[in-house]
Each structure stands twice: as C-alpha cells, then as structure tokens.
Nanobody, 115 residues
Framework: VQLVESGGGLVQPGGSLRLSCAAS????????MKWYRQAPRKERELVAF????????KYGDSVKGRFTVSREDAENTVYLQMSNLQPDDTAMYYC?????????WGKGTLVTVSS
C-alpha cells in the first residue's frame, strides 16, 4: 500500500488549494478514504472522509462549508479541495486508508496559509 500526497504550498488567507492523494497497492475503489491534518504542537485531526463510491462524505467541524472531498476511482486518487483558507488551516495534510487491520499513511503535504 502506498499513498502519495501532493498539491500543498503557500497560499494567502482567503485562497484555495487542491490536494491530491495517489493510491496504489490495493483495490482503491473498495475502500473508504480519509484526509487528516496535523498542525505544529497539535494532535492530528480528521479533516474529511469519503466512502466507497463517494456516496457518504463527512467533514471536521472546522472545515465544513470550505473543504470538499472527492475521489476518482479510475485514477486511484482522492482529492481535497480547500477554499477560504485561513492561518489556522496551516498544517501537514495526510491521506489515510485502513487496509485490513492496518492504518496506512502517506508522507503528507504541507499547507501554509500566510500573508
């Protein structure tokens, strides 16, 4: 199982970014996917969840209405569209899948929101 995040960067407050997570090593379409983030000196928090087929999507309270999770099974990729970004969104963002009894994580992509 491999997860590779991309799309992070420096953005001004109010700006937007789209993160991608390319998955391999498992039957992507059959698994729920999640995005987490971890800011400096804070615990990792769940940002978004998307079920197989995309029929169910859930978001952390702090990002509701601003972030949208989606998936493209044909490309084995899950996306996180982030808008109206604020300094509190600054964090390392990670893709996650529970495969069997194991949690798998990518190395993360850094999002910095600053003027």
């Amino acid at each position: 199982v491999q997860l590779v995040e991309s799309g992070g960067g420096l953005v001004q407050p109010g700006g937007s970014l789209r993160l991608s997570c390319a998955a391999s090593g498992f039957r992507f379409s059959r698994y729920d996917m999640k995005w987490y983030r971890q800011a400096p000196r804070k615990e990792r928090e769940l940002v978004a969840f998307i079920s197989t087929g995309g029929g169910s999507r859930k978001y952390g309270d702090s990002v509701k209405g601003r972030f949208t999770v989606s998936r493209e099974d044909a490309e084995n990729t899950v996306y996180l569209q982030m808008s109206n970004l604020q300094p509190d969104d600054t964090a390392m963002y990670y893709c996650n899948v529970v495969y069997g009894v194991m949690d798998y994580w990518g190395k993360g992509t850094l999002v910095t929101v600053s003027s």
